[in-house]
């Protein structure tokens, strides 16, 4: 414990201060409780090694105040800004973290979606597990608590059983150019139900460089027999500071499937925590980060195989430029008696500048008999022999480099099955490569 | 008037000096066969002439139709027409071949100031080459030359030579490692290629690929420079006699770079 509050936690301690009360008694309490967790611990140090290679001593030394709401409320934002290709369903857009009604379509069928702070008012007691029982001290960390002290906005998304919702759902985090230095929260709540389908498309944009703190934690359960597409593109600027948490829980027979594209922020750290917990679960998980300047983006895999021939696949991508760094860490654990376990994680990561680093950590764990199991990672630079056969064609350097950087993606792209948003995810890739097309 | 004029050329490859005063001119439609023991620069003069990093030039001037080829960059030398069909070509996992192929074509002709083909048009040429070099369109659909045979990668070679269409082609070894049908297939393709305009240098190391495509010279490299040369027959002498017979009129060659008959 600290005997100084760093200057990132003061600045949490007053937000919490100048919050009103949610009037659920419940909800308060483990607020409060987050609060002091978050507080006595502060933010993690080197020690921690779950952080090691993300150092978070220059954040502690910023201050955040909480995003004003209803500045946020009042802020234009051109709706083009969000505008994906192939993702035409519900939509549910926050600005600065709070809900705005006036960017989002809510209706869709098959499905129930409201912000958090609509469910809360009219059925709280439903999401009492998630919001008061889920993270308890001990069982969380610095962002979680902070998110779970701090966060009153966000949405509640249920599929209901059985209904396939062709049109993938639309979620837009807008970091807004007019409020510097502010902090904003949001929770997300979903619910895939039996033998239901859907897709998810969450997405972060900054509508100006305005130095903010973004924190979401999102839990998601799919029950026995669901399907769920989810895929996450962080696009934010790079004056961004951004902590999404994922928690995906599958029951029997349900299949979840993530594809990450990670191109902006400044400081990121995406962790996707996947429990397989029924017989049959399968979660695949793809991704790319792709970084360059100053950026520093850290994913964290956590894959658990706690039921019988569970299965999970991982291939994630990683490219660093400039004085960038990408961390990577990718655990499986295959849990006594969830035997027939079949687990695949590969991570490639290609270094195009002298001053960048990539540090990746494959982990498997197995407590289980008759379990599969194959990792590898690995670290490397553009094939010379390549880029001169594509040059020795007629392929200036530029294109060659950046022809070559989209091919060690593709492989994590390629399995969505949005074809429209697969052909743009790779646009905006090859736009965001250090080397770019030659036009 | 000539198409490729080396003169003197001396090259190092990591600081070893390989090419030793190579003089070589080409005129427009003539074929060139240099053969030559192990060793003795073959690969070297054509990873040179492509630009391939690595291989510093240290004397010697290389005029490609009234151009410093060595001044320019690997993308520009294809830009004005010179092709390397390489000897061991490379997969590249991830880039379509089609793709790759129309890429190229453009950024080449966008160089040189002509309009780019739309995929309908490059569609159309890519047809047409097809069917002269008897390849499958199978092909055009997987990664470039991932999981191609050693005569498939080779055949693709020359496929992207004919929709390419340089001035000058030199094929590095394109012959190792073929059985005699891809031989033959290849030296068709090249020989459909053949053309008033077009001179090809072919860097072999056997004899029977000259079988098929008939060279109108043929040239004999050892120690870094061209030392002998002839028509056809040369070709023929070399098959027999191996190249030790040439230390008696150049007898500044040593032992060592006369070994490596040919099979």
Avoid at chain 1, 322 to 350: C, H
Avoid at chain 2, 207 to 233: M, N, T, W
Wanted: glycine content about 8%; charged content about 25%.
């Amino acid at each position: 414990m600290n005997p100084l509050p760093s200057p990132f936690v003061r600045a949490a301690l007053d937000a919490a201060d100048g919050l009103p009360d949610s009037g659920i008694a419940w909800l308060d309490i483990a607020r409060r409780e987050n609060l002091q967790a978050f507080a006595e611990g502060g933010l993690p140090e080197g020690r921690n090694e779950a952080w090691k290679y993300t150092p978070l001593r220059a954040l502690s030394q910023r201050a955040f105040v909480l995003a004003d709401r209803t500045a946020a409320a009042g802020i234009a934002v051109d709706p083009t800004l969000f505008t994906l290709p192939g993702v035409d369903g519900a939509r549910i857009v926050f600005v600065d973290g709070a809900f705005r009604a006036d960017l989002s379509s809510l209706d869709a069928d098959g499905i129930e979606l409201a912000p958090l702070s609509a469910a809360l008012s009219s059925q709280p007691e439903p999401l009492r597990f998630a919001l008061a029982n889920r993270y308890r001290r001990g069982a969380a960390d610095a962002f979680v608590h902070l998110n779970a002290a701090l966060a009153t906005d966000g949405f509640v998304l249920r599929i209901a059983e059985g209904a396939t919702v062709s049109r993938p759902v639309h979620v837009v985090h807008v970091s807004s150019s007019s409020q510097a230095d502010t902090a904003w929260h949001v929770r997300l709540l979903v619910e895939v139900g039996k033998d239901a389908a859907a897709d998810i498309v969450e997405h972060f944009v900054s509508a100006g460089d305005a130095t903010q703190l973004g924190t979401v934690v999102a839990d998601v359960v799919l029950r026995e027999g669901a399907r769920l597409g989810l895929v996450v593109l962080q696009d934010a600027s790079s004056a961004t500071t951004l902590v999404r948490r994922g928690h995906v829980r599958i029951d029997a027979g349900a299949q979840a499937t993530l594809h990450a594209l990670e191109l902006g922020g400044g400081l990121v750290r995406h962790e996707l925590h996947a429990d397989l917990d029924g017989d049959g679960a399968r979660f695949d998980s793809r991704g790319v980060f792709a970084l360059a300047g100053r950026q520093h983006a850290d994913t964290q895999l956590e894959i658990r195989h706690k039921a019988r021939n569970t299965a999970s696949d991982a291939l994630w991508r990683g490219i660093a430029d400039g004085r960038s760094r990408g961390v990577f860490r990718g655990a499986i654990l295959v849990a006594e008696g969830a035997d027939g376990a079949d687990a695949a994680l590969s991570n490639k990561n290609l270094l195009l500048s002298g001053m960048a680093e990539i540090d990746t950590k494959p982990e498997l764990e197995i407590y289980a008999d008759e379990v599969k199991a194959a990792h590898g990672a690995t670290i490397g630079q553009l094939d010379e022999r390549s880029l001169f056969y594509l040059r020795s064609r007629g392929i200036p350097l530029a294109e060659a480099r950046s022809l070559l950087t989209l091919a060690f993606c593709r492989a994590a792209l390629e399995s969505l099955q949005n074809d429209t948003l697969r052909e743009y995810l790779g646009e905006r890739l090859v736009a965001h490569l250090p080397t770019g097309p030659a036009e | 008037m000539h198409m490729l004029k080396i003169d003197n050329l001396h090259a190092r490859v990591e600081g070893k000096e390989i090419l030793k005063g190579l003089s070589l001119t080409v005129k427009p439609g003539e074929v060139h066969a240099i053969m030559g023991p192990n060793g003795a620069g073959k690969s070297t003069l054509g990873n040179v002439l492509a630009g391939r990093d690595g291989y510093e030039v240290t004397q010697g001037t290389v005029d490609f139709a009234g151009r410093d080829l060595l001044a320019l960059e690997p993308e520009e030398r294809a830009a004005v027409g010179v092709f390397l069909a390489f000897q061991y070509p490379v997969e590249i996992p991830g880039v379509n071949n089609t793709y790759f192929l129309r890429a190229a074509l453009n950024a080449q002709r966008k160089f040189r100031g002509e309009d780019e083909l739309d995929s309908m048009r490059f569609l159309k040429l890519v047809r047409e080459k097809l069917k002269v070099m008897q390849i499958s369109d199978e092909l055009l659909h997987r990664a470039v030359n991932e999981g191609f045979s050693g005569g498939e990668k080779k055949r693709n070679e020359i496929f992207q030579m004919a929709v390419l269409e340089p001035k000058l082609a030199i094929l590095d070894e394109t012959d190792s490692g073929l059985d005699i049908d891809a031989l033959k297939q290849v030296a068709e393709g090249v020989n459909a290629l053949r053309s008033p305009d077009r001179s090809f240098v072919i860097v072999t190391h056997y004899q029977r690929l000259l079988d098929y495509i008939q060279p109108d010279f043929v040239h004999v490299l050892a120690g870094g420079r061209i030392v002998e040369s002839g028509d056809k027959d040369l070709a023929l002498k070399l098959e027999e006699q191996g190249y030790a017979w040439l230390a008696e009129t150049h007898p500044e060659l040593r032992k060592a770079d006369l070994a490596g008959a040919p099979a």
